[in-house]
């Protein structure tokens, strides 16, 4: 038999429950509509808490492919102001974008140009993955608060603290890049992934960076690259190769196995965080820890000794 007070409490729960669901948001809006992790975390820095922010790409996701949802549609239409990062990241999603009737701002279409990378293949192309040279970056926030300060002016002053106190951040975050990398013996400074996301971080930081896929993961590697790329990691022992976050591990496995069938017997370094970041409320859910993950499962990578064989 239910006693009166298992009743009392059974109404209660039942109460929170209709309460829970009563007050759930029917959809995702904000003032500032943002498509990668990345750039709604540099946006959340420098405008909270004055505008909310809303990335449209989670963790996992894959910009290349990115298809919008009629939600992701409605979403963009309500916010007050768009940021995304342009240079054909966003691919098939660009199109809605550049036709939206608000202010929108392209971010790799507004830094310097020189400093952009253009894809000698593929004339009129260019490496959308600015993110990964941090001084390159902070030049995005920069501008960033260019664009938040002219929609808002009334709170210009604040959003200008607020980019100072995060550049200094990124400085910090550059020299500790720089200072892991030299622990990578010379030779060994090479960086393997699925696709070739990493070329401003190869630059910047003194790593020579090669992808199994091109800038793109919208089209596959073939077996011809599988094998071109084994004959380089086994010819020069390199310890180790990653697969990436929004990217099929298989690729990367294919790849392992290709060499080992050589005799050199190359390791999953670990995972890196490419076009997205890692889970929201992670320490890889933010720039800096992405940034700082990634160095690190890197140079553990990359900086043992060759033992292997």
């Known amino acids: 038999m239910i006693t009166q007070q298992l009743r009392n409490a059974l109404f209660v729960v039942s109460l929170l429950l209709l309460s829970a669901c009563g007050t759930a948001p029917t959809t995702n809006t904000a003032d500032i509509i943002t498509t990668t992790g990345m750039i709604a975390d540099a946006v959340q820095h420098i405008v909270s808490p004055n505008m909310s922010v809303l990335g449209l790409m ?45 202010p929108t701002i392209a971010l790799g279409e507004n830094v310097p140009q020189d400093l952009i990378h ?8 260019h490496d959308p993955h600015i993110w990964f040279d941090v001084p390159l970056w902070m030049q995005v926030v920069q501008e960033i608060n260019k664009t938040v300060s002219a929609f808002d002016p009334a709170h210009a002053a604040e959003y200008e603290a607020n980019t100072t106190a995060y ?6 975050l550059d020299r500790y890049v720089r200072q892991r990398i030299q622990e990578i013996p010379t030779a060994s400074r090479v ?3 699925a696709h070739d996301a990493f070329g401003y971080f190869g630059q910047a930081y003194g790593v020579e960076v090669l992808g199994l896929q091109g800038i793109s993961t919208a089209a596959e590697a073939g077996t011809q690259d599988v094998q071109n790329l084994a004959n380089i990691i086994a010819s020069r022992k390199i310890p180790a190769i990653f697969v990436e976050s929004s990217v099929p591990r298989r690729h990367i496995q294919a790849v392992q196995q290709a060499v080992q069938a050589r005799g050199w017997d190359v390791q999953i370094g670990g995972e890196l965080f490419s076009d997205a970041m890692g889970a929201p409320g992670t320490f890889e859910g933010t720039y800096i820890g992405m940034v700082k993950h990634n160095v690190d499962t890197i140079v553990n990578a990359l900086s043992k000794q060759d033992s292997h064989q």
């Open 167 to 172: 550049l200094k951040e990124l400085a910090e």
């Open 118 to 125: 253009h894809l000698e293949d593929y004339p009129g192309q």
């Open 191 to 193: 960086l393997i992934t």
């Open 58 to 102: 989670g963790s996992g996701v894959d910009p290349h492919t990115y298809k919008a949802t009629a939600g992701d549609v409605k979403r963009l239409r309500n916010a007050k102001l768009v940021i995304y990062n342009g240079l054909h990241l966003e691919a098939k999603l660009g199109d809605i974008l550049k036709e939206l009737d608000k």
